[in-house]
């Protein structure tokens, strides 16, 4: 059985009896007019204690307002990101310990049992118990209103749900009959799984626990179809737009949408310390301003944001540096932990017949690899300093292998011709396009999302070498949902997009993001829904080596010996190296992050990535402070 507790809570005692620490600015004065209680009274009986010394970092003082740029209003669920308060949380290490949660127990993958803080509250200061986690369990997931899917994924194995057992108001135990390996990075994820909810602020969107006329009536305010999308608008947690929703993140939001100025301020419940007792975090208020992506990093050079790395490109680190020395801010070079700065996926279930065929036949997707001038994509984009790779795992991963990164990443349009002559494709147009066996030229839209001059520069570059191939390409940019509209549709027949998310896994990873497990995965997302929904909507792979990563990850699932994990890993990235599902370009891309000089206890150095470190997030963000 593994026991996760922070060994610093031994110390956890002598602190709350110690001198009462320092207020935060903004709260002091609440405090003073008894509108809110003295931290010590608003911390946990056993708040999580960061010890910033083994941090390397310093103690700091509360107060102060941050400011950072979001292109859209529904960036404000960033905050969850980097806020990244979690029941477990990644470590820059990489190793899961308990955040939200007490302690966890974990015997076998199977039975998990999760100790509560108790004193823990919600941000309105109401008790944080295992009421929360009974309410969504039974009230949320279980109910075929607002789950008609049925629990997540993440929540059943072999298409089963746990038995949930609430043993006492800051005891709960989940078990299985076979090993999840995937609970714990789950709950720790940018986008964590929630398996608690505020139940004393949901229940009132709650048809079990509402008067039906009451309730219809908010629904009919609301402008909803019915209770259950009534409760979904105001309990989204993740979303983070509703003020009034409670939260345990470290700060809340206090500005309602539509918005060009979002207010986060510090959550005078938050559940950690420094060893002072001082209760973080640190800062008052972040405020979130609204602009366009494109114009993010000229306002970040002018100085307009204290904390950047989202919008950030490479080629803007000459002028960010420039702008640093008139605005008081310094530029650091972390690295993106992406497998790719930027891929290629072919869509294995687009809706044209004919280009289907083409886009599964393994020699069309080698043959566009290979027809990739990776070298001259470092020097044009990024200045001679990433390195040609496929779509895989980084070099500072156990499970990186040199092979996997090499695999038809060589430019060769010689080989490449060759390949599509194999295909039969070698009948051509007067304009010299390739012919699909049904007559029509090798036209391809890609479509983008539309964020980033940095995908069309790419495709700029890509689409001269495809042509002297006999395919043509035309970019295609959207917003977001459109772009993600188009996939699922089907209408996409390729898409651009950034790599695999987690580039730094180990065995004891999930490989979700090598087989087809969500909707949103642009190579296949009909067998993505497919897994999504337990087979509801969307359709199982039918192509065989895509079936053997499903089966292979379901191996995965049913181990819990790492060396069974690492051989299924292996396998995994041989078959995506063999297969090309996703067309990579090059990595380890320095990602410049901008930090207001005064910002203090943000690393030198870091990896700035989605999964596994939520960005900002696994750095804690909650100790960061203004030095006068």
């Not at 009974?134 to 929540?155: H, I, K, V």
């Not at 043993?167 to 994820?189: K, Q, S, V």
């Not at 292979?552 to 299924?568: G, I, M, Y």
């Amino acid at each position: 059985m593994r026991v996760f507790y922070f060994a610093s809570l031994l110390f956890t005692a002598s602190l709350v009896a110690g001198p009462a620490a320092a207020e935060s600015p903004l709260l002091s004065e609440r405090v003073s007019s008894g509108a809110l209680p003295p931290s010590a009274e608003r911390l946990p009986e056993k708040p999580l204690i960061s010890n910033l010394a083994e941090m390397n970092r310093e103690t700091g003082q509360p107060g102060g307002d941050i400011r950072l740029l979001m292109a859209r209003s529904k960036d404000t669920r960033m905050m969850t990101v980097y806020g990244y308060a979690r029941l477990v949380g990644f470590t820059p290490q990489l190793t899961l310990e308990p955040d939200i949660a007490l302690g966890v127990e974990n015997v076998k993958d199977q039975t998990f049992t999760f100790h509560l803080r108790p004193g823990h509250r919600w941000s309105d200061g109401h008790p944080f118990t295992t009421e929360d986690f009974r309410y969504y369990w039974q009230d949320m997931a279980l109910n075929e209103f607002l789950s008609p899917f049925g629990p997540p994924e993440a929540l059943l194995v072999n298409g089963k749900p746990p038995r949930v057992e609430v043993i006492d108001r800051h005891t709960i135990r989940y078990h299985w009959e076979a090993p999840n390996p995937l609970f714990l990075p789950a709950l720790a994820g940018a986008r964590p799984l929630y398996i608690y909810a505020p139940a004393h602020y949901l229940k009132q969107f709650h048809a079990d626990h509402v008067d039906d006329e009451k309730l219809k009536s908010m629904v009919e305010e609301a402008g909803v179809r019915n209770w259950a999308g009534l409760h979904t608008r105001f309990g989204h947690q993740y979303k983070f737009d509703n003020p009034d929703l409670p939260t345990l993140q470290p700060w809340l939001c206090v500005t309602p949408a539509p918005s060009e100025r979002f207010i986060f301020e510090r959550n005078p419940y938050f559940h950690r310390v420094d060893s002072k007792r001082q209760q973080l975090p640190y800062l008052d208020r972040v405020i979130v301003n609204i602009a366009s992506s494109g114009l993010i990093p000229a306002k970040t050079g002018a100085g307009e944001s204290d904390l950047q790395g989202r919008y950030l490109r490479l080629d803007n680190y000459p002028f960010l540096m420039e702008g640093g020395e008139r605005n008081n801010f310094v530029v650091r070079l972390w690295q993106m932990g992406i497998g790719s700065q930027m891929a290629i996926y072919p869509n294995l279930n687009a809706n044209d017949d004919t280009w289907r065929e083409v886009m599964r036949d393994v020699r069309f997707r080698r043959a566009l690899s290979l027809g990739i001038d990776r070298e001259e994509i470092n020097q044009v984009i990024y200045f001679g300093l990433v390195l040609p790779s496929a779509n895989t795992v980084l070099p500072q991963s156990p499970l990186f292998r040199q092979e996997y990164a090499d695999a038809w990443v060589r430019f060769d349009l010689n080989a490449a011709n060759a390949l599509l002559d194999e295909m039969g494709l070698a009948e051509r147009n007067e304009e010299n396009l390739r012919l699909l066996p049904d007559g029509r030229p090798m036209e391809i839209v890609v479509h983008s999302a539309g964020e980033s001059t940095e995908q069309t520069d790419l495709l700029e570059l890509i689409h001269d070498n495809w042509l002297k191939m006999g395919i043509k390409i035309h970019t295609k940019p959207s917003q977001r949902e459109i772009f993600r509209e188009r996939l699922y549709s089907g209408e996409a027949l390729m898409s651009i997009w950034t790599g695999l998310d987690n580039g730094l896994p180990t065995a004891d990873t999930p490989p979700t993001e090598l087989a087809p497990t969500n909707q949103t995965q642009p190579q296949w997302p009909v067998w993505g829904q497919y897994f999504e929904t337990a087979g509801l909507t969307g359709s199982s792979p039918d192509v065989t080596e895509v079936a053997q990563l499903a089966d292979l990850l379901q191996q995965w699932r049913r181990t819990s010996d790492t060396r069974v994990r690492n051989t299924v890993w292996q396998k995994m990235l041989e078959i995506h190296a063999d297969q090309v599902f996703t067309i990579g370009t090059v990595n380890a891309v320095p990602q410049p992050i901008v930090v207001n000089a005064r910002l203090q206890n943000v690393p030198e150095q870091g990896v700035y990535a989605w999964a596994p470190g939520a960005y900002f997030g696994m750095y804690r963000p909650d100790t960061f402070w203004l030095a006068p």
